[in-house]
């Protein structure tokens, strides 16, 4: 009897060591836990707050492209009125000032071709949609004519081993080479944008010059 009753004190005085060890555990665990769950919502947080600055930026580069285009449209714009302007109040027989080019006394048909390039992308009626777009580039394929007409005339330096009577440097009645002339219907610059550019603008074939030969002023 002694025996159990010194082991039923024993495992009394035991017990408050046992359920303070328990309580210990429970709050280890329950701090645990808790870092856990902050961990985790740290974690969230931070995601979203990616999130939004991602989303943030991507409107901020937007909202940067459209503002490039348009400042981009408007200056196209610009450059097109200002071309539209200048042609328009161009003598017609000012060739030079219609394709904006300078007072060089000779002009290769490569300076020619060049100009008349970069006028057409902004006069023609395809990209420039002013009243008056079709009027400047009919007046501007007439000034490209001209000029090219005018710098195929310059005569070539031919070198002393060639023939000047060859086909190939000789001089036509329209310019050199004998291949320059154009018919009395003008020079179709609408089919010259068109080819030029890769489109179809709806006005037919190349020009051809009396011999039979097309033209076009990219090459």
């Not at 017609?92 to 100009?115: C, F, N, Q, W, Y």
């Not at 018919?183 to 037919?204: A, E, I, K, L």
Request: glycine share 10%; hydrophobic share 30%.
């Amino acid at each position: 009897g002694h025996t159990s009753t010194s082991g039923q004190r024993h495992r009394e005085e035991a017990r408050p060591e046992r359920d303070q060890e328990r309580r210990r555990r429970r709050q280890q665990e329950h701090a645990a836990s808790e870092s856990a769950a902050a961990a985790q919502a740290a974690a969230q947080a931070a995601a979203q707050e990616a999130a939004i600055r991602a989303a943030r930026e991507e409107d901020l580069r937007r909202s940067a492209d459209v503002e490039k285009q348009r400042n981009h449209r408007e200056s196209v714009e610009r450059d097109q009125a200002q071309a539209l302007r200048r042609i328009l109040a161009a003598d017609a027989h000012d060739h030079r000032a219609i394709l904006k080019l300078g007072t060089t006394s000779s002009l290769t048909t490569g300076e020619v071709t060049k100009a008349f390039r970069q006028q057409s992308l902004l006069v023609h009626p395809d990209k420039n949609r002013a009243a008056q777009a079709e009027e400047a580039f009919k007046k501007l394929q007439q000034a490209y004519s001209a000029l090219k007409e005018e710098a195929q005339r310059v005569p070539r330096v031919v070198p002393p081993h060639v023939n000047r009577s060859s086909a190939s440097y000789g001089y036509g009645s329209a310019g050199y080479g004998g291949s320059a002339s154009y018919s009395s219907g003008g020079y179709d610059g609408y089919n010259v944008y068109g080819s030029s550019m890769g489109g179809d603008f709806g006005r037919g074939g190349c020009h051809r010059s009396t011999s039979g030969r097309e033209h076009s002023p990219w090459g």
